[in-house]
């Protein structure tokens, strides 16, 4: 373009070349003003002169330089407000924090994406859904439970035992424990370990003696556990089911090779509220408690998982909605789940699973004259 208007400016322009000199054919040397011809050709982004003296000449070798460079300055000038539209001077772009997004938008926010981060790799792994571990509750969850057979087959391990009927507070903080673990710290019937295991082995048969063998899903929960699966997320099942009755029942509704991961009875020492099942879980799924969310239904699982720095989900099967509060979220089917909203949950970056704050350490004073305390009584009389 700066060519182009040096050129059009030098057209006609006799001063053109006033130090330059030729030579012509008696080897004698000649101004170049002398010798001044008319344009010939223009040629793209050259304008050629033709003399019988002189040969065709480039004109970028004839421009005066104050006139390129003035020329230069007039382009400038002339698209100055285009390249201030087009090429940002600051390169401070602004990141897409969501503060300003106006509710009810769809596709919802994912807060797991994080523009400002400058390994696209980093930034593609948050985006992918291989970051974070899900981890079910068996009963309440993905099949239908029935507290009512719970609590009779309590109720017959204790007429045959020939121990007190527990009382219906007693049966609701047992819910979520393991059968030795309610047997020997709530209803203290033994101490003894082999006992302990002999009634929770009869109180298992009982119980599967009530139910009969028959598992109904809970609507939804297929649907989304198939969904899971298409996003290639790992899952695991914890229950406090022994690991037998538990295969056959995930054989008997057609979800074999779901869940990458199973944690039955034998597998830990206690139940809930203690989150030593959801941690072990999320060691056999390789990943650390901050980036799994655990899918329960009662508030002893949204305890345990709180205990294990994890996200919990809550369904609300057995309690309403309401009462789960505690959870962080809490739902009445699966299926109103989507992947956007687990990846919110599993955001790595919130302030309550950030590092410990720095425990303040008390100094005691020495107090090395004790013959100068005064008493309340003293200072009041």
Known sequence: ?????????????????????????????KSL???????????????????????????????????????KELTKEAYSFRERERIPRTWNYRVDTGADRKPGLWPPENR?????????LIRQERMGCGWLGAIFEWEGVIIEDNPDL???????????EGKPAPPAFI????????????????????????????????????????????????????????????????????????????????????????????????????GKPDPEMFIYAAQLLNFIPQRCIVFGNSNQAVEAAHDAFMKCVAVASKHPVYELGAADLAVRKLDELSIVDLKNLADIESPEFGPP????????????DRSTRVGVDDIFW
């Open 150 to 160: 719970e609590r009779q087959a309590w109720l017959s391990l204790s007429q045959e």
């Open 33 to 71: 003003s002398s010798c001044w011809r008319p344009v010939n050709e223009f040629v793209g982004k050259r304008i050629l002169y033709s003399s019988p003296m002189l040969p065709r000449l480039k004109i970028d070798m004839l421009v005066n330089t104050s006139i390129k460079a003035l020329a």
């Open 112 to 120: 797991a994406d994080n523009p400002s981060l400058h390994n696209p």
């Open 171 to 270: 049966l609701r903080r047992v819910e979520g424990m393991k059968n030795e673990q309610a047997i020997s710290e709530v209803l203290c019937w033994s101490r003894d370990p082999a006992e302990m295991k002999r009634m929770a082995t009869r109180r298992e048969e009982i119980y599967q003696s009530l139910q009969g063998g028959i598992y109904r899903l809970r609507t939804g929960s297929k649907e989304f556990v198939n969904i899971l699966m298409r996003h290639k997320i790992p899952m695991a099942l914890v229950s406090t089911r022994p690991r037998k009755t538990l295969e056959n029942a995930i054989g008997t509704i057609g979800i074999e090779g779901y869940f990458t991961v199973i944690v039955a009875a034998e597998d830990v020492h206690r």
């Open 1 to 29: 373009m700066a060519d182009s208007i040096a050129a059009a400016s030098l057209i006609g322009y006799r001063p053109l070349s006033g130090g330059l000199s030729v030579k012509d054919g008696s080897y004698r040397r």
């Open 357 to 368: 704050e720095p425990e303040l350490e008390l100094e005691l004073e020495e107090d090395n």
